[in-house]
């Protein structure tokens, strides 16, 4: 099954995105990602974070455009001001490098990781229940 993937990261008064139609559970990895970047700048500046996101989802999403896609996307949003990570990965999906990522960045910079079921998955589930 081909999946979607979102990714976005939000700073200051400006936020990025990043999209996929095709490989969107690779989205998971930019948070793996990001702790690595987090390790490597001290203080990052906006143009920093700028420059990691543009780099990252090009080498996570093949064919990746800059604007969201619809459907049921595997997704990520990484919030810079509130410090804030929120992802919709599945049990499945939850890898133990993603699992990681998560603990060190809730405890060594103090990031809030937060599962969240978008609304389009929420959709597809209504629409799918007793299908199967």
């Known amino acids: 099954m081909t999946t979607k993937?979102?990714?976005e990261l939000r700073i200051s008064h400006e936020t990025l995105y990043a999209s996929a139609n095709?490989?969107?559970d690779r989205a998971y990895e930019i948070v793996p990602g990001f702790l690595d970047f987090l390790d490597?700048?001290?203080s990052p500046t906006i143009d920093q974070y700028k420059e990691w996101f543009r780099a990252a989802a090009k080498e996570i999403l093949n064919d990746y455009s800059e604007k969201l896609?619809?459907?049921v996307p595997c997704e990520v949003i990484i919030d810079i001001p509130r410090?804030?990570?929120l992802?919709?990965?599945s049990e499945e999906r939850f890898t133990p490098e993603l699992e990681n990522a998560?603990?060190?960045l809730e405890q060594k910079y103090n990031y809030q990781i937060l599962k969240f079921v978008s609304s389009a998955v929420r959709d597809y589930e209504k629409e799918h229940a007793g299908k199967e």
């Open 5 to 7: 993937g979102n990714l």
């Open 22 to 24: 095709a490989d969107g």
């Open 40 to 42: 490597k700048h001290e």
């Open 69 to 71: 896609i619809r459907g």
């Open 83 to 85: 410090k804030l990570v």
């Open 87 to 89: 992802h919709d990965a």
């Open 102 to 104: 998560c603990i060190v």
